[in-house]
């Protein structure tokens, strides 16, 4: 079976879990003598991409050049030439024909119209449907995913969460093209030294858009700070506090107690292992990745009862009431307080995070491949 990839998520990524997604489906199909894949890409940004296609002989690789072939343009200029330029090698990959299935990346529609052979569209969260008044809603994604949820011949989500909302939103979807395919989350378990961080400290990791739920999480834990004075909130990832979010931290009693601190694959495991425990107040999420990095680093986890979350950790994580202030002060306070409480948690969250891998996702990626195939 030969399957061809597009190249959507890796321009619009530098680090994300969609593009780690189907860097590790790339890494298998790597040693699957039943599979080749092609990925026409020329250059990118993409932390995963750029370390996967540096190893693989067996999928296309990146050119040796970088924005400059673009000529002497704005940095938006230039990524929109080199995504044009992508679909272009995209589109001329279709022409020939030469492959089984099709794997678009994200929700672009370029392809729809001269595509006649299957593709499987994988659905990573219905955020945008779900959520409109809690991020900068992007009409245009909106229907385009709604077009090929339609159109795909096979349907891919990553939680059983992200599937029903699906089939409620669009209950003329056909449930039987529809297969769960958990993700997961691989850490290098080696501690950074240069890394400063707090002797105590309760972690956030990733962006902090509205729909993540950051201010509440900072409002509601402030009284703790307040009464523990050695204790911190560190930010890990997602950019450094933006001028928009000044006036909120400003308000905080505690402000010199919130830090940032920048985030890398590598330094993951410093992050987790060391904090007191992992909070994730989103409203909404997919899948939410950070939950089993937590869990696999021995980091306790405290999480919404929201979303796809409750299916992730099961019980090898603590649960708030989504917006309930007291709730997760409580359920931090568990943790803060009790070294037996973390010791239990940490045991269990390490315990559920094996139940994940990738290869399992990229097995189950396949067998939805195949059936795509046979459906032509």
Known sequence: MKLLFDTQTFDIQRYGGISRYYTELLKFFENCDEVTTHLPIKYSENENVKEVLSGLKRVSSLEK????????FSK????KRLYNNHVSLVMSEIEMNNFDVFVPTYYDVYYLGKL????VLTV???IHEKLNDNINLDEELVKNKKLLIDKATQIITVSQNTKKDILEL???TNANKITVSYLAAEII??????IELPEKYILFVGNRE?????????KALEPLLQQQKDLFIVCAGGGDFKKNEKPFLDGISVRDRILYKDLTEDNLYTFYSRAICFVFPSMYEGFGIPVLEAMGSGCPVVLSQSSSFPEVAADAALFFDLNNSKDILDKVSFFLFSEKNRQHYIEKGLQRAQKFSWKKTAETCYEVYKKAQIAL
Do not use: L, W
């Open 189 to 194: 378990k080696k501690i950074n030294p240069s």
């Open 116 to 119: 006649n052979k299957p593709f």
């Open 65 to 72: 050049f970088s924005y400059n072939f673009y000529g002497d």
């Open 210 to 218: 509205k729909y993540k739920n950051f201010n509440f999480f900072v």
């Open 76 to 79: 938006r200029k230039k990524h």
């Open 170 to 172: 669009y209950p003329a």
């Open 124 to 126: 990573h969260d219905m």
